[in-house]
Each structure stands twice: as C-alpha cells, then as structure tokens.
T-cell receptor, first 113, second 107 residues
Framework: KAGVTQTPRYLIKTRGQQVTLSCSPISGHRSVSWYQQTPGQGLQFLFE???????NKGNFPGRFSGRQFSNSRSEMNVSTLELGDSALYLC????????????FGSGTRLTVV | GQSLEQPSEVTAVEGAIVQINCTYQ??????LSWYQQHDGGAPTFLSYNALDGLEETGRFSSFLSRSDSYGYLLLQELQMKDSASYFCAFSGQNFVFGPGTRLSVLP
C-alpha cells in the first residue's frame, strides 16, 4: 500500500510570506501528526489531528496551524514566515488507536530567506 | 514536564553490539518507541515497548523498565548500514521524541 505522501518536497519562501504543506496518510489511517525537525532542536511535535479534530498540540506559536479533511488528508499552514522556520517538516500517520508505529512521510524541506 | 535523554553520539565497529540508553520523565505514559533515521531520510519505526521487559526484532532488541523510567535499544551484529540517528519516543499525552543518538559504525 502507498506510504505517507508529503508535498511539496522542497520549498523556498521569503520572510513574511505564508506557506501550506500537504500530507496524505496511509489509507485507513485516521491520525496525522506534524513535526518540525531542525539540527539544533531535533524532532518537535507540532500537532495531531484525528478524524478532523485537533487532538494534541505542541508548544508552537499560533502562526502554525493545521487542519484535517474528511479523507484524513492534512494540511499545515505557517503564516508570517521567519528565518527560524527553516526546517524539515515531517508528517506521520497512524491508525490513531494506540500510540506507536507511526509511519513518516519523506518530509517537506522549507527554506525561508 | 515531559522529556527524554539519550547520549548524543555512539561509535562502534562492524559486528559489535551497541546499546543506546534512554531515560524519560513524564506523567501519563503508555509506552516507549524507537525510530531510526538515516541522513536525509524519514524516521522509520523500529520497536515499541508497552510493558516491562525485552522485545526482540531480528538484530534489534528494545527494553523497558517503567519503574526506572528507562529503556534501551540493543543493536547486534552491527552493519555499516546501521549508521544512522536513533530516537526514543514516548507516548503519553503527546508523542515526544528524544534528542536522538547518532550511531557511527566503523569498518
């Protein structure tokens, strides 16, 4: 079966702009989580969506938001981009029951200039 | 708060055995997972421990002691392809990753 698909793979944006990243989970998976990965901070949890509802949220400013659609696809939006938002953004999907065995996508590499 | 600690780097030679430790602090704990990430790649799931004890999956084993808030990943018969970063992660209120351990396998 198809894995977790993230688009786009690479993105370059200018400070102050906004960006939307997309994640299509494995078929049948209802939970989608988003992570930011940087060399200095490691993997930081952004938020988790389950059945179109945000179930958990990490410690990120309100500029970071997300949503999940009825087909479980999820989008993450970052507004008013800052240089420090440059990172690899990973999404992971799971069945949503039990908290292990997440499958990650290849990520979107965002560069803010 | 919620936190995990792992060594930042570990080096071993091909064919050896290496243990990567992970200690955690959290309230509300469901289990400890381990992920492997090669440079430029996505994290991939290795193992999960919900109960105390050892879980074995081929060359990899993972151990959990809930009373000690401690776990480890054991890699046997190391191969060059095992050079990667290894993350422990716990599931509780949120899914939290440790800082990662970079394993270098030398010939």
């Amino acid at each position: 079966k198809a894995g977790v698909t993230q688009t786009p793979r690479y993105l370059i944006k200018t400070r102050g702009q906004q960006v939307t990243l997309s994640c299509s989970p494995i078929s049948g998976h209802r939970s989608v989580s988003w992570y930011q990965q940087t060399p200095g901070q490691g993997l930081q949890f952004l938020f988790e969506y389950f059945s179109e509802t945000q179930r958990n949220k990490g410690n990120f400013p309100g500029r970071f938001s997300g949503r999940q659609f009825s087909n479980s696809r999820s989008e993450m939006n970052v507004s008013t981009l800052e240089l420090g938002d440059s990172a690899l953004y990973l999404c992971a999907s799971s069945t949503g029951t039990g908290n292990y065995g997440y499958t990650f996508g290849s990520g979107t590499r965002l560069t803010v200039v | 708060g919620q936190s995990l600690e792992q060594p930042s780097e570990v080096t071993a030679v091909e064919g050896a055995i290496v243990q990567i430790n992970c200690t955690y602090q959290t309230s509300g704990f469901y289990g400890l997972s381990w992920y492997q990430q090669h440079d430029g790649g996505a994290p991939t799931f290795l193992s999960y421990n919900a109960l105390d004890g050892l879980e074995e999956t081929g060359r990899f084993s993972s151990f959990l002691s809930r009373s000690d808030s401690y776990g480890y990943l054991l890699l046997q018969e190391l191969q060059m392809k095992d050079s990667a970063s290894y993350f422990c992660a716990f599931s509780g209120q949120n899914f939290v990753f440790g800082p990662g351990t970079r394993l270098s396998v030398l010939p």
